[in-house]
């Protein structure tokens, strides 16, 4: 019987009470209900990963880059949901991007986002996520790249979103990238 796919579940964002942590909390909770199929794992190592220094990318890595790596590693697919700072990536999840460059782990990976910036921005963010990512070598699956605009958006009382359209783009999201996911050997 073939295993569930894993999604790694990345924010971008390191303020409390981010959107886009709602919108992978929300992703979580819907994989943990069975709506889409997969199970999601979200990584919460953003805040201690060292500053991208190229003459500390061997081994031994530092153990916030060799638990990033190895939670990419242990991942069939990678959501990103990250806001946009001064027209592109925070500098933060930049770094994040930066220290896969020098693993594998990344390549060939199927990787989508979610856009949760209101309408009409969040682009600068899209078309740096499409440029690192493809420089990484992840495998974008486009059909899996959504907008959902989250501000102003009515949450449960849990925090998750409750509007139906953005439950049903986020379950299609989900469900798409785990049909572009392949699970890794004892995965």
């Known amino acids: 019987m073939p295993t569930t796919p894993l999604i790694l579940l990345l924010s971008g964002s390191l303020r409390a009470g981010s959107s886009n942590e709602t ?19 979200r990584y919460e190592g953003l805040g201690a990963l060292p500053h991208f220094n ?41 770094n994040l991007l930066d220290w896969t460059v020098g693993g594998t782990e990344i390549c060939d990976k199927p990787v989508a986002w979610v856009n949760a910036a209101a309408p009409g921005r969040g682009g600068g963010a899209e078309a740096a996520l499409r440029t690192v990512l493809g420089y990484t070598g992840a495998a974008i699956v486009e059909e899996a790249c959504v907008r959902i605009p989250v501000a102003g ?22 469900t798409t990238l785990a049909t572009a996911t392949t699970v890794p050997e004892g995965g």
């Open 23 to 41: 919108v992978l909390r929300t992703a979580q909770a819907l994989a943990a209900e069975g709506a889409a199929p997969v199970r999601t794992q």
């Open 54 to 94: 190229p003459d500390e990318d061997t081994d031994p890595l530092p153990p916030p880059v060799a638990a990033l790596r190895a939670a990419i590693a242990g991942a069939s697919g990678v959501l990103v949901c990250t806001p946009e700072y001064a027209g592109s990536l925070p500098g933060s999840f930049k």
């Open 153 to 174: 958006e009515p949450l449960s009382p849990a925090g998750l979103l409750t509007a139906p359209t953005a439950l049903t783009r986020l379950t299609a999201a989900l």
